[in-house]
C-alpha cells in the first residue's frame, strides 16, 4: 500500500498569511493526488485534483502543485473561513489512501 | 444538481450485518465510479471501497471479506453490505463519486454506524 504522509499535522496561522502544507507519497504517483478540506461536523470537499486542477468554485487563492513523491498545497491570503483540516489522497493505485490530515488553527 | 444521500446507519451490535444505501440523483450510478470512505469519531478519512461502471470492486484490506459494495441500476442507489461489524467499524460512512479518472468529487452527507454491545 501507498502510505501518505502530511506535514505539519497542525499549525496556527493569521488571516493574511501564506500557508502550505506537503504531502509525501512512500511511491511515485505521478500527478494522482487530490486535496481536500473539511470543517468540523461537515462533509470533505474536493479543492484540488489531478495535484494542481482546481475544482470548479473554489477559490483561486488554493493552489495545488507537485509530481512523482512530493506535493503541496499553498492557500494564499488565509481567509477566516479557510480554518479546516485538510487531507491529501492518492488514487494512483488501490487501496486510495489519506494522508494523517493537517490542521489549520487560528493563531 | 447532483445529490447523494446516504442512509441506514445505527446502533448495530458486534458480529452483525448492516446494509448502508446512498440514494442519488442528478447524474447515472452506473456510468461513474463509486466509492464509500468513513470517518471514526475524531479521527481522519479511510478509504473504504469502490466500484466502476464496469462493475469490477476494489476494497480496504481493513474491511475486504466482510465488506460488499454494490449498486441498484434501476433505483440509481449504491449499497455498502456490512457483515462481522467490528467496534473498529465505527464510524461516519460517506458515499463519493467519482468520475473521470478523477476520485470523490461529490459526496453524501454521511451515515453514522456505532457497533457497541
Known amino acids: 500500500d501507498i502510505q501518505m504522509t502530511q506535514s505539519p499535522s497542525a499549525m496556527s496561522a493569521s488571516v493574511g498569511d501564506r500557508v502550505t502544507i506537503t504531502c509525501r507519497a512512500s511511491?511515485?504517483?505521478?500527478?494522482?493526488l487530490a486535496w481536500f478540506q473539511q470543517k468540523p461536523g461537515k462533509v470533505p470537499k474536493r479543492l484540488i485534483y489531478?495535484?494542481?486542477s482546481l475544482q470548479s468554485g473554489v477559490p483561486s487563492r488554493f493552489s495545488g502543485s507537485g509530481s512523482g513523491t512530493d506535493f503541496t498545497l499553498t492557500i494564499n491570503s488565509l481567509q477566516p473561513e479557510d480554518f479546516a483540516t485538510y487531507y491529501c489522497l492518492q488514487h494512483d493505485s488501490y487501496p486510495l489512501t489519506f494522508g494523517q490530515g493537517t490542521k489549520v488553527e487560528i493563531e | 444538481e447532483v445529490q447523494l444521500v446516504e442512509s441506514g446507519g445505527g446502533l448495530i451490535q458486534p458480529g452483525g450485518s448492516l446494509r448502508l444505501s446512498c440514494a442519488t440523483s442528478g447524474f447515472t450510478v452506473s456510468s461513474n465510479y463509486m466509492s464509500w470512505v468513513r470517518q471514526a469519531p475524531g479521527k481522519g478519512l479511510e478509504w473504504v471501497s469502490v466500484i466502476y461502471s464496469g462493475s469490477s470492486t476494489y476494497y480496504a484490506d481493513s474491511v475486504k471479506g466482510r465488506f460488499t459494495i454494490s449498486r441498484d441500476n434501476s433505483k440509481n442507489t449504491l449499497y455498502l453490505q456490512m457483515t462481522s461489524v467490528r467496534p473498529e467499524d465505527t464510524a461516519v460512512y460517506y458515499c463519493?463519486?467519482?468520475?473521470?479518472?478523477?476520485?470523490?468529487?461529490?459526496w453524501g452527507q454521511g451515515t453514522l454506524v456505532i457497533v457497541s454491545s
Open positions: 489531478a495535484a494542481s
Open positions: 511511491q511515485g504517483i505521478s500527478n494522482y
Open positions: 463519493a463519486r467519482g468520475r473521470g479518472g478523477s476520485p470523490l468529487e461529490n
